[in-house]
């Protein structure tokens, strides 16, 4: 490309213009046809310079920098492998990959492609499986897909919200980046289903049809500026207004999608259908695997610090560990469970990182917070010490700050480090993957442990070998001796007799010394300290009696929980009590099951009610929005086929994507829905209770009750099997047989609107 001579080169980081700018009432820097302009306002170059937040500048050798190409591995150290590579037209590997060409962003080659080749082929070297849309965006990319990647699902959803949801539920079961699309008329409508993964900590990529320049400001047919509310909810809103900017801008978007603290990106693409994508560029489509998974970087933990927290953790009389769902997202349930065995420290979860440990362990508490079960908000509450590994520590996993109360002495180890300290003073912090920093702690437990063993027995033989050699030297002494006596025997009968006796003497003494010896060890053994005992006294510590205090309380906690809610837990009762779903799933679901649940009701009675039963089971959960479940289910299931997929969720939640019922039939995603079906919002009952002065009135009812409604029904109308319930004996059977059903299945539970789930409690 030939530069504008009208432009005059900008110093770097400074923006530079032409003289054909855009009018004052845009109020963000415009750019040449060729140029991509993030919506932040950040600097536009001329054609043959980066952007700052690109890739990085490369070296006189046109080497590239190291966060360009090179990945790091789990130790953190780099490799090259996992850099920028060629995309083929055919399946990229995504692992072993050789290092593919660097040298400036835009990397040009002497072939032409078109915009929907360059993406076609982008999104399959990054491993993406499928692509949730609602027409038509990107027409000539669809095209691609089916002509050179037919492995590329292309699933059409009946409204963008839908398709951000199923996006999502996809990223949060495969732990890849989840793609949406919509054209510029329904952006609108995806940005406000960003919400939710904003929210969760979801990489997913978003991409929107734009303005074109030659019709900004005319009143065109179906167009706003929509790109401002994409801003509050992702972590990059750009535009790309030249198919070369293609590729450096997937990229990057896959680049910020899964780095630090996971979340969604988005890109306007020029034309309201995107059709940019039908101009040809020679900029080639270079990927970066690395940047196809959650999570890419896994940053090293410092030991010092390390040893600092399990100091502070062994001193503290009554510590809780509390994961979030950067547990999950790390992959790190396993290291989780083994270090709370290992320190003997309870562990309370967030809604998120339900899954982090199974809810049937011993030192297992349950979901802390708003949406929680009892036993694990009051042991956090009388912790002296929380250590949070994974979380934001926000408002819902900390019942806005009661639980623990702010103030209370914590650790944070988190991945995304402006989140440290951010609502509790902290002791200690690690701004590290999740995954390595619980993997070293543990490393570090174990190895004291073993240290502290060898220094006690190295100790020990120093003690006893100078009175090994004493007692060897007594004995060859009283040996002599006895030969000296018997050799005297011959001149004198009675004085070898007493030699004799001096020589038993002396073998009797010896015994009488390794006797001595092997006490003094077997003492010494029993005083040993253990790690624990070693770093309370390093830290002016909690005594060993104080912590088993500690754990039996928290077991009378669990205990306490169980009986009190066993009844409604197996109750009989019709219509069906929402507390007898949540324990037949506990029972009913497979090892490798996921379950899925809405936010509202349907949070609270799993929060407090479900368990995990096995390490294998997922959980995802609504970070705040009703009607998600379904719709995540869905991108769930097409994301692991082979595994059981189950939402649970209200009516009122199932209300808001009914019609992806039908989504889900035609692209087989055979997942499970549980309808809590009360013939209602019962959840706001309470509250408009309050607003009437105590007991709301009949009519007030209108605004929270709704038809008596068969969703069995309405699912066998639209293609998959619909099973109503509405005994509790029914329950397992009803789930055994959607089990096997090999296809959607919806099961109505009727229960009974005057149910409503228990109160969080903060101590």
Known sequence: MTPDPARKEAPEGRPSTTSSQAPPSEA???????????????????????????????????????????????????????GLSRTTGSRTPRHNDPPGPTGSRATRSSTTRTGARVIADMLDGYGVTHLFHVPAILRRTMAELEMHHPHIERVVTHGEKSAAYMADGYARVSGRPGIAAAQVVGALNLAAGLREPFLAGSPVIALTGGRSPATKFRRVYQEIDDLPAFDPVTKLNATVDDAGRLPDMLRQAFRVATTGAPGPVHLQIQGNEGQLDLAETTAEPLVEPAFGQVPPIRPLPDDQTVRQILRLLAAAERPVIVAGGGVRASGAGAELVALAEALRIPVATSANGK?????????????????????ANQAVARADLVCFIGTGTGGMTTHFWAVPP????????????????????????????AKLALTRMLTLTHSREEQDRAREEQRHARYEQPHARDVQSRTQDAQSRAQDAQSRAQDAQSRAQDAQSR??????????????????????????PTFDERARAEAGAARPERREAWLAEVERLRVDWRARYRDVLTSDAVPIRPERIAGELTVGLPDNAVLVADTGHAGMWMAQFHDITAPGQGYLRSAGHLGWAFSAGIGAQLAAPERPVVVFTGDAGMYYHLGEIETAVRRRADLITVVNNNSGGNQSKRGFDRSYGGQ?????????????????????????LGIRVDKPRDLAPALDRALSANRPVVIDVHTDIEVVAPRPVSS
Request: aromatic fraction near 4%; proline fraction near 8%; glycine fraction near 8%.
């Open 503 to 528: 020589t038993l003497n002396v073998q009797s003494h010896g015994r009488d010394v390794q006797s001595q010896a092997q006490d003094a060890q077997l003492t010494r053994d029993t005083r040993s």
């Open 406 to 433: 702010e103030g209370t002495p914590a650790i944070q180890i988190d991945i995304e480090p402006s989140r440290l300290g951010l609502n509790y003073p902290l002791r200690a912090f690690l701004a590290a993957d």
């Open 28 to 82: 963000r820097p415009t750019t040449t046809p060729d140029q991509a302009t993030p919506h932040e306002a950040r600097p536009t170059t001329t054609p043959d310079q980066a952007t700052p937040h690109e890739a990085r500048p490369t070296t006189a050798q046109g080497q590239a920098t190291p966060h360009e190409a090179r990945g790091t591995t789990a130790q953190g150290k780099a490799t090259r492998h996992e």
């Open 355 to 375: 899954d982090a440990i199974p809810g049937t362990h011993p030192l297992s508490l349950g979901v802390m917070g708003s949406y929680s079960r009892e036993c």
């Open 696 to 720: 709301g009135t009949e009519k007030s009812r209108e605004m929270w009750v709704y038809r008596d409604v068969d969703f069995a029904r309405i699912a066998e109308e639209m293609g998959a």
